[in-house]
């Protein structure tokens, strides 16, 4: 059924009822519905891949299918695989005093009901259903509102899951920013955003009306620490992967890279040659487009700005020309917005930075990132990274495949975000864990009656 933002409450209804009839859904039936996601993904593999180029004006079929169709199967997968294991009580060991002797304690996952999940046009497909496996995967309702700026790859979401689910299974709600600040007024049971973190703050300052729990998966900047033991060859390879997949408009691309001032000519002759590599062997078809004009606009700018502050700014070839040109940033003035801004596309920042000590006051300085990136072979200063940094997640010698494990958790801290999903971190988000406490048979209750001094102290000891 389709959703404008008059018929969000009643659809947001429909949802809750089905819920209220069916709180406990069966191992059987969760199943089923992780099943017809599957089944949503790979039937029209190839309508999901052409609206995507749709919508970028050109993304390459190969890169959207290991993206966004791939990825999210695997993630259906994981769940499909592990269900029964995660639905199952974890037993808890009930305190030793008397009062308790006997009882036995666990905790269960309950659905918490109908979950919103609102998403972005980054990774369109990618970034709905992986929430969606989770919230299915914990027994819950989901209402999906997709991003207005990918309208193809939404309406064909909206198309595909009214074929495939019902209505008081799974809804789409796409359209505008009114939908969108109508759909976050819901009182939900939870709400998934990912997104940028001015709108997580109006999304809070809603979902607070109504008291409703959040996961923020949010951007920032994630930075690349380069160490002196650094194989810098790998190190340029990862990196040009990391700013050629989807053009960078990742939130977990590497944004900044910090590095010592005589190692740096020959990062980027490395670097040239890993994006010569790809250019040659992968050519123009394995390329993706910044989504729109106003990305496009917004990544020109933040080039300008930081060459008229003072940076030495490299262009590496592009692989056609609707595709952009892979940028290197080196070393703009403290005041250029580069520095701060969340760049989200194929641009690098360099930094000449090359102590460890130096490296981690300059991460420090600002907010937490999604994820730190660490080049070098020594474990030592990996572990001195880990212990005196903070970010939602922590990577030495790759870029982003850290996502692919469906067994690690995925999220923020701080101001790159709050709660984590993806495998078993998802059903538990997701779910209610409920403590629950069987008392045990033997009434001894008789010891807890006033006067309650002598007891406590017992407790106590
Ligand atoms: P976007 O513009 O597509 O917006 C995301 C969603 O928010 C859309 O569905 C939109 O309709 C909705 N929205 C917009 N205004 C709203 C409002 N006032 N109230 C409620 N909802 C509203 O995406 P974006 O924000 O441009 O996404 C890019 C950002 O997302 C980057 O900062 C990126 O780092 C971050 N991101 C984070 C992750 C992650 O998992 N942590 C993943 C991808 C992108």
């Not at 609102?118 to 299915?136: D, E």
């Not at 040109?325 to 701060?340: E, H, K, R």
């Amino acid at each position: 059924m389709s959703v404008s933002s008059n018929n969000l409450e009643p659809q947001f209804q429909v949802l809750r009822k089905a819920y209220y009839l069916e709180r406990y859904p069966s191992l059987a039936a969760r199943l089923d519905r992780l099943r017809r996601v599957k089944a949503m993904l790979t039937e029209h593999e190839s309508a999901w891949c052409e609206a995507l180029s749709q919508d970028f004006g050109y993304r390459s079929a190969d890169q959207s299918s290991f993206a966004d169709i791939t990825t999210s199967i695997k993630s259906v997968n994981h769940a499909l695989k592990n269900l029964k294991f995660w639905m199952k009580a974890e037993r808890r060991t009930p305190d030793l005093s008397l009062r308790m002797s006997g009882a036995k304690t666990y905790v269960e996952a309950f659905p918490k009901g109908v979950v919103g999940i609102v998403s972005p046009w980054n990774f369109p497909i990618n970034l709905a259903l992986s929430p969606l496996v989770s919230v299915l995967a914990a027994g819950n309702r989901a209402f999906i509102k997709p991003s207005e700026a990918t309208p193809a790859t939404s309406a064909l979401l909206e198309k595909l899951i009214s074929q495939y689910f019902t209505d008081d299974e799974v809804a789409v709600a796409c359209g505008d920013v009114d939908v969108a600040q109508a759909f976050v007024k819901l009182p939900f049971d939870h709400i998934i955003y990912t997104g940028g973190e001015t709108v997580a703050k109006h999304i809070m300052r809603d979902a607070a009306e109504n008291l409703v729990p959040l996961t923020l998966e949010l951007g920032g900047k994630s930075p690349v620490i380069v160490s002196s033991s650094a194989d810098l060859k790998l190190t340029a390879k990862r990196i040009a992967f990391g700013k050629y997949f989807n053009a960078g408009q990742i939130c977990i691309a590497p944004d900044y890279l910090l590095i010592a001032e005589d190692r740096l000519e020959a990062f980027l002759l490395d670097l040239k040659s890993a994006v010569e590599h790809a250019d040659s062997s992968q050519g123009s078809a394995d390329s993706v487009s910044i989504v729109n004009e106003r990305h496009r606009q917004r990544i020109d700018y933040l080039i300008a700005e930081g060459e008229s502050a003072n940076a030495r700014v490299m262009r590496f070839s592009g692989h056609n020309q609707s595709a952009y040109q892979l940028t290197v940033v080196i070393n703009p003035s403290a005041d250029a917005g580069i520095n701060n801004s969340e760049i989200f596309g194929p641009v690098l920042l360099i930094k000449t930075i090359g102590d460890l000590s130096e490296q981690i006051a300059y991460i420090n300085q600002s907010s937490h990132p999604l994820v730190i990136y660490y080049f070098g072979r020594s474990e030592t200063e990996f572990r001195r990274v880990a212990r005196e940094t903070s970010s939602g997640g922590l990577v030495k010698n790759d870029v982003i495949f850290q996502y692919a494990n469906d067994d690690l958790p995925f999220g923020g801290v701080g101001g790159s975000g709050m709660g984590k999903y993806r495998g078993e971190y998802g059903f538990k988000e997701f779910s209610n864990n409920r403590a629950v406490y069987k008392s045990g048979i033997v009434d001894v209750s008789g010891f807890v009656t006033p006067p309650y001094s002598g007891v406590f102290r017992m407790v106590n000891k």
